[in-house]
Protein backbone atom coordinates (compact mmCIF):
# COMPACT_ATOMS: atom_id res chain seq x y z
CA UNK A 1 0.00 0.00 0.00
CA UNK A 2 0.96 3.61 -0.19
CA UNK A 3 -0.18 6.75 1.40
CA UNK A 4 0.32 10.04 -0.52
CA UNK A 5 -0.71 13.68 1.37
CA UNK A 6 -1.05 16.73 0.12
CA UNK A 7 -0.70 19.95 1.52
CA UNK A 8 0.07 23.53 0.25
CA UNK A 9 -3.86 24.42 -1.11
CA UNK A 10 -5.25 27.66 -0.39
CA UNK A 11 -6.51 30.95 -1.51
CA UNK A 12 -4.26 32.87 -4.21
CA UNK A 13 -5.14 36.06 -6.38
CA UNK A 14 -4.77 36.31 -9.63
CA UNK A 15 -1.47 36.37 -11.24
CA UNK A 16 -0.07 34.86 -7.91
CA UNK A 17 1.72 31.26 -6.85
CA UNK A 18 1.32 28.55 -4.71
CA UNK A 19 3.65 25.47 -4.33
CA UNK A 20 1.81 21.90 -3.66
CA UNK A 21 3.23 19.04 -1.61
CA UNK A 22 2.71 15.52 -1.67
CA UNK A 23 4.26 13.23 0.23
CA UNK A 24 4.14 10.18 -0.17
CA UNK A 25 4.60 6.76 2.05
CA UNK A 26 4.36 2.98 2.51
CA UNK A 27 5.15 0.66 -0.98
CA UNK A 28 6.91 3.58 -2.76
CA UNK A 29 9.63 1.35 -4.31
CA UNK A 30 6.80 -0.08 -6.60
CA UNK A 31 6.09 3.52 -7.64
CA UNK A 32 7.00 4.53 -11.53
CA UNK A 33 4.78 7.55 -11.83
CA UNK A 34 3.55 10.31 -9.83
CA UNK A 35 1.07 12.90 -11.03
CA UNK A 36 -1.62 15.86 -10.14
CA UNK A 37 -4.80 16.34 -11.45
CA UNK A 38 -7.55 18.69 -10.53
CA UNK A 39 -11.46 18.50 -10.28
CA UNK A 40 -13.68 21.98 -10.60
CA UNK A 41 -16.95 21.53 -9.02
CA UNK A 42 -19.53 19.87 -12.08
CA UNK A 43 -16.34 18.64 -13.63
CA UNK A 44 -14.50 15.44 -13.81
CA UNK A 45 -11.21 15.08 -12.72
CA UNK A 46 -8.40 15.76 -15.05
CA UNK A 47 -4.45 15.64 -15.28
CA UNK A 48 -2.45 18.85 -14.72
CA UNK A 49 1.30 17.10 -14.41
CA UNK A 50 3.00 14.00 -14.58
CA UNK A 51 6.58 12.74 -13.45
CA UNK A 52 7.92 9.20 -13.92
CA UNK A 53 10.75 7.76 -12.22
CA UNK A 54 13.23 8.93 -14.68
CA UNK A 55 11.82 12.37 -14.76
CA UNK A 56 9.61 12.86 -17.72
CA UNK A 57 7.17 15.48 -17.33
CA UNK A 58 3.88 15.64 -18.59
CA UNK A 59 1.64 18.56 -19.17
CA UNK A 60 -2.55 19.71 -19.72
CA UNK A 61 -1.84 22.35 -22.35
CA UNK A 62 -3.92 24.39 -20.11
CA UNK A 63 -0.76 24.73 -17.37
CA UNK A 64 2.52 24.69 -19.86
CA UNK A 65 4.63 27.71 -18.75
CA UNK A 66 2.58 27.86 -15.61
CA UNK A 67 3.40 25.28 -13.74
CA UNK A 68 6.33 22.55 -12.64
CA UNK A 69 5.82 19.65 -11.32
CA UNK A 70 9.40 17.99 -9.95
CA UNK A 71 9.84 15.19 -7.41
CA UNK A 72 12.39 14.88 -4.58
CA UNK A 73 13.33 11.16 -3.77
CA UNK A 74 14.95 12.15 -0.60
CA UNK A 75 11.91 13.30 0.80
CA UNK A 76 9.85 10.60 -1.82
CA UNK A 77 7.74 14.49 -2.10
CA UNK A 78 6.07 15.63 -5.39
CA UNK A 79 5.71 18.90 -6.03
CA UNK A 80 3.23 21.10 -8.46
CA UNK A 81 4.99 24.70 -8.55
CA UNK A 82 2.27 26.95 -9.61
CA UNK A 83 3.04 30.24 -10.97
CA UNK A 84 0.67 32.98 -13.04
CA UNK A 85 -2.08 31.49 -11.48
CA UNK A 86 -5.77 32.04 -13.07
CA UNK A 87 -9.70 31.71 -12.02
CA UNK A 88 -9.65 28.92 -13.84
CA UNK A 89 -6.98 26.79 -11.51
CA UNK A 90 -9.69 26.59 -9.00
CA UNK A 91 -10.17 23.59 -8.08
CA UNK A 92 -8.99 20.33 -6.07
CA UNK A 93 -5.60 19.17 -6.53
CA UNK A 94 -5.28 15.56 -5.91
CA UNK A 95 -2.28 13.53 -6.15
CA UNK A 96 -1.54 10.19 -7.65
CA UNK A 97 1.04 7.73 -7.97
CA UNK A 98 1.03 4.46 -10.25
CA UNK A 99 2.73 1.58 -9.68
CA UNK A 100 4.51 -1.11 -11.85
CA UNK A 101 1.72 -3.35 -11.34
CA UNK A 102 -0.86 -0.51 -12.84
CA UNK A 103 -2.25 0.08 -9.42
CA UNK A 104 -3.22 3.59 -8.99
CA UNK A 105 -3.12 5.14 -5.46
CA UNK A 106 -4.92 8.74 -4.46
CA UNK A 107 -4.43 11.34 -1.98
CA UNK A 108 -7.14 13.40 -0.25
CA UNK A 109 -6.91 15.99 -2.50
CA UNK A 110 -6.37 20.02 -1.48
CA UNK A 111 -8.18 22.99 -2.32
CA UNK A 112 -6.79 25.38 -4.40
CA UNK A 113 -8.97 28.64 -5.15
CA UNK A 114 -7.51 31.46 -7.11
CA UNK A 115 -9.74 34.65 -6.75
CA UNK A 116 -8.86 38.42 -5.79
Known amino acids: QVQLVESGGGLVQPGGSLRLSCAAS????????MGWYHQAPGNERELVAT???????NYADSVKDRFTISFDHAKSTVYLQMDNMKPEDTAVYYC??????????WGRGTQVTVSP
Open 26 to 33: GSIFNINS
Open 51 to 57: ISSGGST
Open 96 to 105: KGRSIFGQDY
